[in-house]
């Protein structure tokens, strides 16, 4: 059966955002001795999962989900035949200080009782991603929210769109999310909305946090992370163009700098053997 996971969602510098977010995943055995480096939400949605960490062996029934923090060395393996997940990984620019809004413990789980926000934003996530009608700008409003509840359970207000991101901004990200495997120049992107690439440059940088060449470079990385894992036996020169990149020994040295992994070393991080 299909298992979405995305990678890169809002791949630019905004407050909070998700680097993965996935749901209806057959989980695989995962074991990580040295933790993941970001926040890492993890639930339930069907079947039985045991947590391992912190010495304890935690058991992850229907809807029950735990949030663990950075670096907290941890493994998780499925109960029975069947484990379906949903999960979502954290960060921006204020990830540094995300254990000022949830707790500062290695863990927090969270009870089948108090869980439907949790796999609602997952969810919800992946559907308006799927649909491209996912904001940027909201999603990092929804991802404090979302950590928020972890402390206090308050509530913040979604940013307003502005006019100079829907009338220049989003259709050049559209054109990118469709065209992303082919060729594609920032002079070819802002003819498409009638600006300089200088101007269209400017709008990335104030609404987007980076430049619009940065913004392509990282949703290839986006996608070629998903097929790295929703794929693991394609190999990576094939996964290299089929995300833009002619040469794979470049496409090697561009993943190792926007992730700090080759990518059969991220394979390796998220439970896939590598061969």
């Known amino acids: 059966c299909f298992m979405p996971i995305y990678f890169g969602l809002s791949p630019f510098n905004l407050p909070l955002t998700l680097e993965s977010v996935g749901n209806h995943w057959n989980q695989e055995p995962v074991r990580r001795p040295g933790g993941y480096p970001l926040y890492h939400w993890l ?6 999962g045991t947590v391992e960490i912190c ?21 998780y393996r499925r109960d029975g035949e069947i484990w379906l997940t949903s999960f979502a990984t954290f960060t921006g620019t204020l990830s540094a200080d995300i254990p000022k809004i949830v ?18 934003f997952v969810n919800r996530t992946v559907a308006a991603h799927e649909s491209h009608r996912l904001d940027a700008l909201s999603l990092s409003a929804e991802c404090y929210e979302f950590l928020l509840r972890f402390s206090c359970g308050r509530q913040s207000h979604n940013p307003a769109e502005h006019p100079q991101y829907q009338k220049y901004v989003l259709p050049v990200i559209q054109k990118i999310e469709t065209d ?17 690439p200088q101007y269209l440059s400017l709008l990335f940088q104030r609404f987007l ?3 619009v060449y940065t913004y392509l470079q990282n949703l290839r990385i986006s996608k070629a992370k998903e097929l790295l894992l929703t ?15 002619q040469d794979s020994s470049h496409f090697i040295s561009v993943f190792r700098s926007a992730t700090g992994y080759t990518p059969l070393e991220f394979r390796k991080l998220h439970g896939f053997p590598v061969f």
């Open 209 to 211: 946090g980076c430049s």
């Open 55 to 75: 010495g304890r062996s935690l058991s992850l029934k229907a809807n029950e989900g735990i949030l663990i923090s950075p670096d907290t060395p941890h493994s």
């Open 103 to 120: 707790n500062k413990a290695p863990f927090t789980l969270i009870s089948s009782a108090d869980s439907r926000p949790f796999r609602r």
């Open 180 to 196: 992303y495997n082919q060729p594609l120049t920032v002079p070819e992107l802002s003819s498409l909305v009638y600006v300089t």
């Open 43 to 48: 639930q339930t949605e069907q079947g039985c």
């Open 231 to 245: 794929e693991p036996e394609t190999e990576v020169q094939h996964i290299a163009h089929r995300v833009g990149f």
